[in-house]
């Protein structure tokens, strides 16, 4: 089974309007609802892909249960600690010329909740794959990224982790399964700058000897790369109309998952992936399946 965990998920408010000015009134053209956060991305992408999964964290309050209602709706398994402060609504405005993102910081966790998210993952074995997605709530220390990456470690649970923390490196001696940083999380976490995909390439190539077995490196409009110990591969991503990039990194990670469940084959599963996200990039919410197994072939690999 594929277990997401999204320890700080969100209401996405999706809000399209002609110009945002800053110190005036905005008025907007159109606005959307959705679950959001990383690991429920992954769990609606893999839905939406005909594979199942387990939505794990923490959700609260009315836009917590706005957040199941939908999930259960689209027939997705979840096992949420339910907290009591609401989970954070974070504005995605989409203009004409650009795309802004306001990202609450999140509600606060008990020690007892965070508690009971432990015993879940104790429960998995070596046949489940771990989707560490996203960024902490504030009550939460990066120590629980390493309790349950340790956890993961010990079981032989498949982790893939998509944290946009500097300090992912500090995770990696766990033996993530794959990791999926962007190019801006790359540059900031071996602190150089990354322009290119060879240079991307480089430094994925610098966290498999820290201990990653594969990395993704998305590079949003210019595709990404792949990175284990056996080969490297860049992908070009497929042309379209960019609707909102939002969860695209999440419908790579959900795209890969699919594949690489079915075929074992990493070359395919990475060029799913980058179809998957590109597929989310030209549409207003999630890709569907239609729309990535349409784009796949139009994505080109190279090895
Ligand atoms: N404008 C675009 N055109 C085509 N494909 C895109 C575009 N933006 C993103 N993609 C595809 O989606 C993948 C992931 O995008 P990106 O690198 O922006 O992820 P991210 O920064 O993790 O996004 P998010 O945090 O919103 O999920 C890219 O590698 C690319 O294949
Ligand atoms: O604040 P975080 O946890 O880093 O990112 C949260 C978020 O921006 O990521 C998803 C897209 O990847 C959105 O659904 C959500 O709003």
Redesign the pocket.
């Known amino acids: 089974m594929i277990y997401t965990c999204t320890l700080n998920p969100s209401v996405d408010y999706q809000i399209e309007t002609k110009q945002l000015e800053l110190g005036t009134l905005n008025r907007v053209q159109d606005t959307a609802f959705y679950p959001g956060g990383?690991g429920i991305?992954v769990s609606r992408v893999l839905k939406n892909l005909g594979v199942d999964s387990t939505a794990l964290g923490f959700i609260g309050g009315f836009t917590g249960t706005f957040i199941l209602e939908r999930l259960n709706e689209e027939g997705i398994n979840t096992d949420f600690v339910i907290h009591d402060e609401p989970t954070r609504i974070n504005m995605k405005v989409k203009t004409a010329k650009e795309e802004t993102e306001v990202n609450g910081s999140g509600a606060s966790i008990p020690k007892t909740y965070q508690e009971q998210l432990i015993q879940k993952v104790e429960e998995l074995t070596a046949d489940d794959y771990f989707v560490l997605s996203g960024s902490l709530p504030p009550s939460i220390s990066f120590d629980f990224y390493e309790k349950l990456s340790a956890m993961c470690d010990e079981k032989g649970v498949s982790l893939i982790l998509d944290i946009p923390n500097r300090s992912l490196k500090d995770l990696l001696s766990f033996r993530p399964f794959l990791i999926?940083p962007?190019?801006a999380e790359l540059s900031e976490i071996l602190e150089k700058e990354i322009n290119t995909k060879e240079e991307a390439i480089k430094g994925a190539k610098e966290l498999i000897q820290f201990g990653a077995r594969n990395v993704i490196v998305?590079?949003?409009?210019e595709?990404?790369i792949f990175v284990n110990e056996q080969f490297t591969a860049k992908?070009e991503?497929?042309t379209?109309t960019?609707k909102s990039?939002?969860?695209?990194?999440?419908?790579?990670v959900g795209g890969f998952l699919a594949s690489y469940n079915k075929s074992n084959d990493f070359l395919e599963a990475f060029q799913y992936g980058?179809a998957s996200?590109?597929a989310?990039?030209?549409s207003n919410d999630l890709c569907k399946k239609d729309a990535v197994d349409q784009l796949v072939s139009q994505v080109l690999i190279k090895r």
């Open positions: 990383k991305n999926k962007n190019q998305s590079m949003g409009a595709g990404a992908a991503n497929p379209g960019l990039s939002v969860g695209a990194g999440d419908s790579l980058v996200g590109s989310t990039a030209f």
